[in-house]
Every structure is written in C-alpha cells, then in structure tokens.
C-alpha cells in the first residue's frame, strides 16, 4: 500500500469505523435490494454528515442505476455507492499553482489555519519549492511565535512584525521579500477572531489590493480552512466568507478527530469551490491533496 493512501485511511480511522462498519453491516443483513435498504442507507449517509439534499441525490443515483442495469446481487451496490460518492466529490477544476503564487489562508478562529500554513510549507519545500510565509495574524504575539516555530519545522522563512502592526504592512514586507529572493510561494497566515463582517471584508479587502498592486504577476490564491468537526456549520462560515471575498480552494482539517467525514460531501456540492487539502492530524506530514478516489475507498474501507 502506497503512503498517501496508509496517510488517508489512518486519518480517516474515525469515519471509517462509523461508516464503513454501518454500510457493510447493511449490506450482510439485507438479501434483496428494496425500500428497507434504501432507507437504511440513508439514515447511514444523513448520520456521517452528508445532509439531506446530497443524500437524497445520492440514493437516487444508486437507485436509478440499478434500475438501469437491472442490479439484483446485494453485494453490488457498494461499488456503485463508491463510484456514486467520487463523482459527488469530483471537482475538475482544481487552482493552479505552477507559477508565482500567493496563498492567502482565512477562516475563523481556531480551525487550523496556521497549522495548515506549517504543513503547506513542508509541501511545497519537498517539492522543490521556494517558501516564503508572511505572519499576517498581528492580532497577538503568540500567534506570530506559533508561526515561527511552524517555519522551523519546515525549514521555511518568515516575514513578520510586531504585534499589532497592521496585517497588510506584514503581507507588503512579505511580497517585497519574495520578490527579492526569488520565492515560488508567499503563504500569508490571517487572524482568525474578532471579525465582523465589515472588518472581515475591509481587512481582506486591503490584503487583496496591496497583492494586486505590489505582485500582479503572481497567482493569487484565496484559501479557506474549515474544521471537519464543525458540520454544518462549516458550510455556513464558508457562505459567510464567500460574501466577503472570493474563494478558489477549502482545506477541510480535523479529519482524523470525527467521525462524520461525510460532510465533505454537502462541502464539495454547495459550496462550488474544491476541496484542496485536507488535514488528517497535528504533525507536519499530516496534510494530504485531496484525492477523492482514496478519500472515498478509505471510508468504504476498500
Ligand atoms: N487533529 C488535528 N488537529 C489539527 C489539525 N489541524 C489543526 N489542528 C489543531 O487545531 C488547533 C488550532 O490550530 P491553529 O493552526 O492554531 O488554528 P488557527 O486557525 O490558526 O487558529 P487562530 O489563529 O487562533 O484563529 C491546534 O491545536 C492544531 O494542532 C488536523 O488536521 N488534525
Ligand atoms: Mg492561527
């Protein structure tokens, strides 16, 4: 078994249990596919979080088809279930990041996004990139220590200032440093309290024209971080965030802490944005690119 896929099914250990245990054991106790099953299945799928719009898509997909291929055999639907949820969670258009690029990392407080900068940062390293991460939470000085510890872990550089200082100076520093050193990628880090929506849009806002004004040649990517474990709820920051500034990529973390992985689906579906990473643990390695092929298999326990 190759690492990324050992990495998916240890981090999604939690959903598969929920999950993959409830649907196997679904399909041992039904001999015939009929309306019990039906709704046993969609209790299941509602359970892990995928919501009632894209459970109900879902099972009437699977019902459909086996309709259309006259399916029979019980032990056929699971791999019909699988091929079903890769096309919910496929979205083609995945942002690019061959060029110059800046990453800006929003989301509310607390769901991992400097963690996820530390990870990127690794990623991008091992890749042969050129790092540079700008600590644009000045909010409070811890988090700027955080950051640098991050960067001391993946052997990245650091652009900061004080606490305090307004983010989109720290973000202007970072841009002229990236400029100078010849950086591939500027990966800025935002705070996560005390926002509301007007100081949300006016801080983004500035961050955005100041990348725009002093880097227009780079890539400017708009990354949003949501904690698996939120729910529905994290469907509802997401809209919340997509009033105030566009967004071209979700990092869904905390993964391996629920059991109700599931909500990447209504994620995928509602919001038109994809899903990029997602995170699967606390330690530097524990970012994955999201591939719905493992993600699915791991928690069909495939
Ligand atoms: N289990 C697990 N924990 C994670 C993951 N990503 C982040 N965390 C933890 O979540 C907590 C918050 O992470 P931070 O990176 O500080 O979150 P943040 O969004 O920067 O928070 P603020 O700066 O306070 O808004 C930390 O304890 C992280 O270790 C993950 O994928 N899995
Ligand atoms: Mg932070």
């Known amino acids: 078994m190759s690492s990324i896929i050992t990495k998916f099914k240890d981090g999604l250990k939690k959903t598969r249990n929920n999950f993959a245990n409830k649907i196997d054991d679904l399909f041992s106790r039904h001999l015939k596919i009929d309306e019990e099953l039906y709704e046993e299945l969609e209790e299941i799928l509602i359970s892990s979080d995928m919501g009632i719009e894209a459970t109900l898509e879902i099972i009437e997909m699977l ?15 699971k791999p019909l279930l699988k091929e079903i949820l890769v096309k919910e969670i496929t979205y083609k258009e995945k942002p690019d990041q061959e060029e110059k690029t800046v990453i800006l990392v929003v989301g509310v407080n607390g769901v991992g996004k400097t963690t996820t900068i530390g990870k990127l940062s690794k990623i991008f390293k091992d890749e042969g990139k050129k790092v ?68 949300l849009m006016k801080e983004l806002n500035k961050i955005s024209r100041v990348i725009d004004k ?13 904690d698996a474990n939120t729910g529905q709820n994290g469907i509802v920051q997401a809209e919340y ?14 993964l391996d802490g629920t059991s109700k992985g599931g909500i990447i689906v209504p994620i995928q579906r509602k919001l038109d944005v994809p899903v990029v990473y997602v995170g699967l643990g606390e330690g530097i390695e524990d970012l994955q690119k999201f591939d719905e092929e493992k993600f699915v298999d791991s928690i069909l326990n495939y």
């Open 63 to 77: 019902q459909n088809q086996i309709k259309e291929n006259k399916i029979q055999d019980v032990s056929k639907v």
């Open 132 to 199: 540079l991460v700008a600590a644009g939470d000045t909010f409070r000085a811890a988090a700027i220590e955080q950051l640098e510890k991050w960067c001391q872990r993946a052997q990245v550089e650091l652009v900061s200032n004080k606490e305090g200082s307004d983010p989109s100076s720290v973000i202007y520093d970072g841009i002229n440093a990236a400029k100078a050193r010849n950086t591939d990628i500027l990966i800025c880090d935002t705070a996560g309290r005390l926002h509301n929506k007007k100081n």
């Open 241 to 254: 965030f997509k009033e105030v500034t566009n967004i071209d990529g979700i990092v869904l973390t905390k």
């Open 214 to 226: 002093e880097y227009p040649e780079a890539n400017k990517l708009v990354y949003l971080v949501i």
